[in-house]
């Protein structure tokens, strides 16, 4: 069973930081990333990494967000930096099963929340 559990989500003020983990388990994935879904909006790639390191970022959120994986122990991070009010919404982990087409798994979410 294919469990992705986030956590480090939390109340914070601007400017302030934060880091999201995920920790992945029952299978073995390849990309592996954030998302996340204000309210009244769709939900939105964040950051996503691949199982060698090469990353990919929103432009919202380029140089102040970084992801990571340590694939030893099938976790990714999100060091979140410089965080503005915008930011505010469910972070979610993303993780694609590797070698099967179209095949993802999600967390259950958790708020980030920035205010003063």
């Known amino acids: 069973q294919v469990q992705l559990v986030e956590s480090g989500g939390g109340l914070v003020q601007p400017g302030g930081s934060l880091r999201l983990s995920c920790a992945a388990s029952?299978?073995?994935?390849?990309?592996m990333g954030w998302y996340r879904q204000a309210p009244g909006k769709e939900r939105e790639l964040v950051a996503a990494i691949t199982s060698g390191g090469s990353t990919n970022y929103a432009d919202t959120v380029k140089g102040r967000f970084t992801i990571s994986r340590d694939n030893a122990k099938n976790t990714v991070y999100l060091q979140m930096n410089s965080l503005k009010p915008e930011d505010t919404a469910v972070y979610y982990c993303?993780?694609?099963?590797?070698?099967?087409?179209?095949?993802?798994?999600w967390g259950q979410g958790t708020q980030v929340t920035v205010s003063s």
């Open positions: 993303n993780a694609k099963k590797l070698g099967v087409s179209n095949v993802y798994y």
């Open positions: 029952g299978s073995i994935f390849s990309t």
